[in-house]
């Protein structure tokens, strides 16, 4: 069965510094998302992407973040200067239709972890 | 403004008992769409099973199976004859319109453990 990956597995980074979280959607999807958890907390939604653009972002995703698709696989998550806060399990997903019907289907997870 | 609500943040069942996992969701929008995902310790987010809301019966998918009713806004997700495989956190979602895209709204979940 196709599957979202994700790379890598586990980043650890000193504050201030830029990280890029790595995500191969599900080929034939065309909807892509990131979500970040806090250890303990629940799962927020932070950005969705389609055609090239940012569909539509939370208040999480400040000018610290951005995302890109550089070529036909890849999607990207950038964080510009992390904070320790940043650290958290970080969630690409991927669907094939922006629909209500539609489920989302994730990647195994980056552990972000700021010191 | 949506939202899911897990009132049970532990559950026990025995092995090869049924249990049930609660959730109930607030919304104002007539098409949406109730998710499960099942999270391990390893941390992966598994899609189980999906309710539409205009869904008249109730989906089922293997071991799984969602009791939707709507009109209270609940959609408690059913897991028969639970498996040691099963103990993981268990997270009730909504797909939803939102300013741009349909969206994911999780619940906070609920931490199933089976027992031998």
């Known amino acids: 069965e196709p599957e979202v990956t994700q790379t890598p597995s586990h980043q650890v980074t000193q504050m201030g510094q830029e990280v890029i979280l790595r995500c191969v959607p599900i080929s034939n999807h065309l909807y892509f998302y990131w979500y970040r958890q806090i250890l303990g907390q629940k799962v927020e939604f932070l950005v969705s992407f389609y055609n090239n653009e940012i569909s539509e972002k939370s208040e999480i995703f400040d000018d610290q973040f951005s995302v890109e698709r550089p070529d036909g696989s890849n999607f990207t998550l950038k964080i510009r200067s992390t904070k320790l806060e940043d650290s958290a399990m970080y969630f690409c997903?991927?669907?094939?239709?922006?629909?209500?019907?539609?489920?989302?289907?994730f990647g195994n997870g980056t552990r972000l972890t700021v010191t | 403004a949506q939202k899911i609500t897990q009132t049970q943040p532990g559950m026990f069942v025995q092995e090869k008992e049924a249990v049930t996992l609660d959730c109930t969701y607030d919304t104002s929008d007539q098409s949406y769409g109730l998710f499960w995902y099942k999270q391990p310790s390893s941390g992966e987010m598994i899609f189980l099973i999906y309710?539409?809301?205009?869904?008249?019966q109730n989906a089922t998918e293997g071991r799984y199976s969602l009791n939707f009713q709507k009109a209270r806004k609940s959609a408690n997700l059913v897991i028969s004859a639970s498996q040691l495989g099963d103990s993981a956190m268990y997270f009730c979602a909504m797909r939803h319109s939102g300013a741009g895209s349909y969206q994911l709204t999780f619940g906070k979940g609920t931490k199933l453990s089976v027992i031998p």
């Open positions: 997903a991927s669907s094939n239709r922006d629909r209500a019907d539609s489920p989302l289907h």
């Open positions: 309710q539409g809301s205009y869904d008249e």
